[in-house]
């Protein structure tokens, strides 16, 4: 592949990235909403008896499933991440793990349960109970989790995308010497992009030092004033706004050779 060609292929190779970093980053809900849980109470007046409480145990159902397609997809997560043996990280992915198969436990239980109920009053009762195992248990347990698999993940991003930006900058200074394009041009946005993947880098640093339990007081003295999820999404934002870079420095080295 000739210089130029690699060039536009580093640099077009962000567009598919960006658009997989924004689906993994989307704040991920509690699986289901107040009001599915609590469908029995919904406007169905003119439902027969029998009917209301088929709805019922159907909405019911369908949240449980949820839950469990949830539960899932995070124990696949954490598998692909690979850690040495009796580390701290191993330790905390095992926990996770073991966490999430409490709740896939207790979720397969009310499953069952839920079958057994033939009064409505009791499916309203089992999806209240439901309910609160969710505020209580599951979603801060689900995000505890989240974070831990978000500041992994982005670990292996801000490699890459270090990575590119050293090709990328290769590639403008050879491109510069052989007078195809001017590298000056370009320093500014190389420059931007250098500063923001270092600024990722320090927030997510920060971030894993916590979820570790490795911060030191300063660390801490900072957590007050910017959590984890946030250091992580910043972080990761940061990247996406480097890959927007990426993408304009593509653009622009087209218009530069006239393509």
């Known amino acids: 592949m000739g210089r130029i060609a690699r060039l536009i292929f580093v640099l077009g190779w962000a567009a598919p990235f960006i658009g997989a970093l924004i689906i993994f980053t989307q704040p991920a809900s509690a699986a289901t909403t107040s009001s599915t849980l609590l469908s029995a ?7 027969a008896p029998e009917e209301k409480l088929g709805k019922a145990k159907e909405d019911l159902t369908k949240a449980l499933v949820l839950s469990l397609k949830k539960v ?3 124990k696949g997560r954490l598998n692909e991440l690979n850690f040495p043996a009796l580390s701290r990280e191993e330790e905390l992915k095992n926990e996770a793990l073991h966490d999430l198969d ?10 069952g349960d839920l079958e057994k109920k033939d ?12 309910k609160e195992y969710r505020d209580t248990t599951y979603t801060p347990g689900v995000e505890k989790i989240i974070r831990f698999i978000l500041v ?9 995308a270090n990575d590119r930006l050293g090709k ?6 050879k491109l510069d010497k052989l007078g195809v394009v001017e590298g000056g041009a370009f320093r500014g946005k190389l420059d931007e992009a250098t500063n923001l993947l270092k600024e990722a880098a320090k927030l997510q640093g920060e971030a894993k030092k916590i979820i570790l339990g490795t911060a030191s007081s300063t660390d801490s003295e900072r957590e007050k ?7 992580i ?11 927007d870079i990426f993408l304009e420095l593509n653009q622009n080295v087209k218009k530069a050779l006239g393509l």
Request: hydrophobic share 35%; no cysteine.
């Open 225 to 231: 004033k910017l959590s984890t999820k946030d250091m």
């Open 119 to 130: 009064n409505l009053d009791e499916v309203k009762g089992l999806a209240k109970e439901v």
């Open 233 to 243: 999404e910043k972080s990761l934002n940061n990247v996406k706004t480097v890959y």
């Open 152 to 160: 992994f993940y982005n670990e292996d991003v801000l490699g890459v």
């Open 41 to 47: 109470d919904a406007n169905a007046e003119e439902l």
């Open 102 to 111: 409490e709740y896939a436990a207790y979720y397969n239980k009310t499953k």
């Open 168 to 173: 990328i900058e290769a590639d403008v200074k």
């Open 72 to 74: 899932d997809s995070l």
